[in-house]
Structure formats: C-alpha cells, structure tokens
C-alpha cells in the first residue's frame, strides 16, 4: 500500500511541476529555452550545411577558382596590397593586349573574372615602346614594351623586378583558367617570342 501512495504522490508532484513549469511567464522559461536551443541548433546545422555545400562545389571546380581571384591570389602570394595586385596585374595584361590578336585577347579576357577591373586600375602606360620603335625598328617593340610596364610598377610603388614574380602567377592562372594554349599565347605576348 505504501508503494501505491509514493507512485501517486510522484506522479502529482511530477504534474505540478510540468505545469508550473509550462506556465512560467516569468523569470527564465525552461521550455522557453530549450525551444531557443533548438532554433540556435538549427540555425548552426543551416550554417554548416552551406558550408558542406561550398567545400562541395570548390571539390567540382575543375579549375580551383570558385571564390579566389587572381587578385586575391596575387596579394596573397606576393605580399603586395590589392590595389597593388589589381593594378600589376592590368598592366601586365594591358602589356599583353597591345601585343596580341584581339580575338584571342578576348578570349583570355572572359576567362579571367574582373579583367575590365584591372585594365582600368593600371597606370596609364607611357608611349615609351612606341617612340623606341620608330627610332630603332620593331625589334625594340620588346624592350619599350618592358620599360612602360617597368614604369607603371614604379607607378604603383612596386620594384620593376616585381613584373618577374606577377608573370608566373598570371600566366599559371590563365592556364587553369583556359587552358594552357591560352597561357602560352600570353607568355608569348609578354616575351615578344
């Protein structure tokens, strides 16, 4: 009998407690919390799903280059600011552009995000290669094309040696980008070979 007195007793105590509980208006709502907990576990599970799909979509990337831009990535490497990266790397491919086919500059234009970007970012190029030309043939086209990119480097208070250290990551990135036929017609076009 005693046994039947204690299940009762827990039973109401176990009522009034739930009840009390429920009905709190006041102070902290236990109830109140855990529904909190569950929506902030939600919100993290949501987060972690977008970023279960990023890591997805950056694994089916073929190129490796969903979000990194050839300006983060010039910043990064190199230690240089981004408006330093932006302007270097338009002044190299402004460089490129007056030696190049349109097409095919075109070509490797949509295929490097941000390119107008950086086209407008570099220094006004100085009409060096232009007046070495007409003194010396066209065979110094080259080396006033390299001392107008010296120039706009100069511009950007970067060390004309700097041009060696951006070409590499540019061209390997247009090669990811477009292929390595793409990269090679740069590279041609920088060298002048």
């Keep these: ?7 009762y007793f827990s039973a109401i105590a176990l009522c009034l407690f739930v009840s009390g509980c429920a009905t709190n208006t006041g102070g902290t709502n236990p109830l109140g919390t855990i529904d909190q907990s569950l929506s902030t576990v ?22 490796g280059m969903v979000q990194i831009g050839l300006v983060d990535i010039l910043s990064h490497r190199l230690g240089v600011s981004p408006q330093q990266a932006l302007g270097g790397a338009g002044a190299i491919f402004q460089m490129a552009q007056s030696n190049m086919d349109p097409q095919a500059f075109a070509s490797i234009s949509r295929s490097v995000p941000g390119m107008d970007s950086m086209l407008s970012a570099a220094p006004a190029m100085s009409n060096l290669s232009g007046n070495l030309s007409s003194l010396m043939g066209d065979k110094s086209n080259t080396l006033g094309n390299a001392a107008a990119l010296a120039a706009s480097f100069q511009q950007l208070n970067l060390s004309p040696d700097m041009i060696g250290q951006f070409v590499p990551v540019i061209t390997n990135y247009v090669s990811k980008a477009s292929g390595q036929a793409a990269a090679n017609l740069l590279q041609s076009a920088l060298t002048g070979r």
């Excluded at 009998?1 to 299940?7: A, G, R």
């Excluded at 970023?51 to 950056?58: R, S, V």
């Design 1 to 7: 009998m005693k046994i039947n007195y204690y299940s």
């Design 42 to 63: 939600e919100g993290a599970a949501q987060s972690g799903r977008q970023i279960l799909n990023a890591g997805a979509a950056a694994a089916n990337d073929p190129t």
